[in-house]
């Protein structure tokens, strides 16, 4: 079974740029989560879809930060603009059911400059 | 504020040395996540438990419902065991995201 695909793997920036993030979940995955992991703290959830709906959604600073789950498949996580308090590790995970155990993916390593 | 609390924050020990890492969280939980994560790397998912005890391997997680407390054991530890270990609690009644420890960061020496 393939594993969660996120890209890129690495992503320098400078402040008030744009970037984009893209997650593949595992095939047949209905819910696909964002979390954000700044250094030497633990992730915190950004974003939650059931299929291509939101679930959850209410830590994700929606002045700057969009997410979206076309088809229920992919998913695109936007920064624009970039600060520099945004240099963290954008995790995406995904899974079957709630507590059905879930799947990360190796992360997108953000640094704004 | 849910909150949860993993101690100790780093751990040293020698190879072959029994590691516990404890986990503690605040109000009642649908499930609970063991997560392992290696430097550069993803995350792996370990156990995932909502009472009683699992094992895998030289892994061993337990947790308490009524203490609001969840352990993990690693037996006969090794050098490869080094990573940062992540406890994360689904609340219930919440949304289905996890909530996350800060993690454990052990280092195992040969």
């Known amino acids: 079974e393939a594993g969660v695909a996120q890209s890129p793997r690495y992503k320098i920036i400078e402040k008030r740029q744009s970037v984009a993030f893209w997650c593949n979940p595992i095939?047949?995955?209905?819910?696909l989560y964002w979390y954000q992991q700044i250094l030497g703290q633990g992730p915190k959830l950004l974003i939650q879809f059931q299929n291509n709906g939101v679930v959850d959604d209410s830590q994700l600073p929606k002045d700057r930060f969009s997410a979206e789950r076309l088809k229920g498949v992919d998913s695109t996580l936007k920064i624009q603009p970039a600060k520099l308090e945004d240099s963290a590790v954008y995790l995406c995970a995904s899974s079957p059911l709630p507590d059905y155990g879930y799947t990360f993916g190796s992360g997108t390593r953000l640094t704004v400059v | 504020k849910n909150e949860v609390e993993q101690s100790p924050q780093n751990l040293t020990a020698q190879e072959g040395e029994f590691i516990t890492i404890n986990c503690s969280y605040s109000v009642g939980i649908s499930a609970l996540h063991w997560l392992q994560q290696h430097p550069g790397g993803g995350i792996v998912s370990l156990f995932m438990?909502?009472?009683g005890k699992k094992k895998h391997g030289r892994l061993i997680a337990t947790i308490n419902i009524q203490e609001k407390h969840s352990s993990l054991h690693i037996t006969a530890s090794h050098p490869r065991d080094s990573a940062v270990y992540i406890c994360a609690v689904r609340y219930r009644g919440g949304a289905d995201g996890l909530t996350f420890g800060k993690g454990t960061h052990l280092i195992i020496q040969p």
């Open positions: 095939s047949g995955h209905a819910t």
């Open positions: 438990l909502s009472s």
